[in-house]
């Protein structure tokens, strides 16, 4: 069954370095979305990409953030300067199509620890 | 304010018996309610997807109802299994349907022999 998946699965970096965390969508898949994690807390969302475009982000979205598709397989975010706060799991997901309601399908996370 | 909450925040329960979890939202316009599963540590995974004409849905063991006139939306789990133990996410959807989806904190279930 295609899944989403992402790498690495943890990523420990020091405070104000850059991190990329990957992700690949189902094939098929056009919506792609970055949520984060906290540990202990809710899921929250940080952007949808459509269309090689941001199509929604939330306040979290912040400069510090960027997502890019740079092939026709790979969706990555970036985060420029971490800071402390930024530790948590990262989901990425996808959905097939724009129509609504549809499945959204998670990747298994990666989890960001800022030192 | 868009907001999910969900009750009770833990559960721990025998294998083998049925459960009821809450969820109440305050989000609109409302287009859809998902309950999703979360194992330790993985991303969530879909149990059902309903939209404000729909009362009732079931998956398997999993049964969601939504009252969109009170706001609330229940998962019943029947005849839980050790691997039922998760946490089990409500998301509600306003505008497009798909995004933003706003997530309640979840309910931590534990089911034990």
């Known amino acids: 069954e295609p899944e989403v998946t992402q790498t690495p699965s943890h990523q420990v970096t020091q405070m104000g370095q850059e991190v990329i965390l990957r992700c690949v969508p189902i094939s098929n898949h056009l919506y792609f979305y970055w949520y984060r994690q906290i540990l202990g807390q809710k899921v929250e969302f940080l952007v949808s990409f459509y269309n090689n475009e941001i199509s929604e982000k939330s306040e979290i979205f912040d400069d510090q953030f960027s997502v890019e598709r740079p092939d026709g397989s790979n969706f990555t975010l970036k985060i420029r300067s971490t800071k402390l706060e930024d530790s948590a799991m990262y989901f990425c997901a996808s959905i097939e199509g724009g129509g609504a309601p549809n499945e959204q399908f998670f990747g298994p996370g990666t989890r960001l620890t800022v030192l | 304010k868009n907001q999910v909450e969900q009750s009770p925040q833990s559960l721990i329960i025998l294998e083998g018996k049925n459960c009821t979890l809450q969820c109440n939202y305050t989000v609109s316009p409302f287009s859809n309610l998902r309950w999703y599963k979360q194992d330790t540590g993985r991303g969530p995974v879909s149990l059902t997807i309903?939209?404000?004409?729909?009362n009732t849905k079931s998956n398997g063991r999993y049964t969601a109802t939504l009252d969109a006139d009170t706001k609330q939306s229940s998962l019943h789990i029947t005849a839980s299994q050790l691997s039922d133990s998760a946490s089990y996410i409500c998301?509600?959807?306003?505008?497009?349907?798909?995004?933003?989806?706003?997530f309640g904190k979840g309910t931590r279930l534990s089911v034990i022999a």
């Open positions: 998301v509600v959807s306003g505008n497009s349907g798909n995004t933003p989806l706003v």
């Open positions: 309903m939209t404000f004409s729909e």
